[in-house]
């Protein structure tokens, strides 16, 4: 059409966002062959802000990759990110122990995957309540917890032997759904 221009020839076209690739993002249970390379980096990593977690990697060693006491792993582009050790025992509770994602990772994405999996598998168990331990000075891991359905449930806190400076709060999720 020689000499006529639609509106569509000279509008603009808005930017769009670049979108970042989703990472391709795995959680698993740990195996005893993959034992190692998991307690090195929860060590190597916690060593700063928990200086007894290699005394706690050390007392708990034989109970790891058991029923009582299992680890999921997350898996982000084929590396090992995150870690969630917990406890799961003869009671109708289950206990996170340990919930950790690296720094170079997508953080809240892994341990929402990785929290997902442990509730998945202790109402499988048959566990009606789960319920983890943070230190009261924590206040991201405190609503991230919050924000998939956690609340405080000793307002008196709870203060550990072991680290007398450092207040923890009890948080806890009930009851858990059948999946």
Known sequence: ??????????ATV??????????????????RSGLKEVLALVE????????RISDW?????????KPIRPIWVAMQDGELAGVLIARMDETKDAKC???????????DLLRTELLRKFEQS????????????????????IGFFRSHGYQVANPELYN????PDRIRVLMVKRPLLRT
């Open 1 to 10: 059409m020689f000499g006529y221009h639609s509106p569509a020839d000279t």
């Open 57 to 65: 990697i050390k007392e708990h060693r034989g109970e790891f990759c």
């Open 14 to 31: 808005a930017p769009t966002r670049e979108r970042r690739p989703t990472p391709d993002v795995k959680v698993e249970p740990c195996t």
């Open 44 to 51: 190597s990593s916690l060593k700063a802000q928990h200086p």
């Open 122 to 141: 202790a109402s499988l168990l048959g566990k009606s309540t789960v319920h983890v331990l943070i230190y009261a000075d924590e206040e991201n891991e």
């Open 97 to 107: 122990s340990l919930l950790f994602v690296s720094e170079n990772f997508k953080k």
């Open 160 to 163: 550990p032997a072991e680290n």
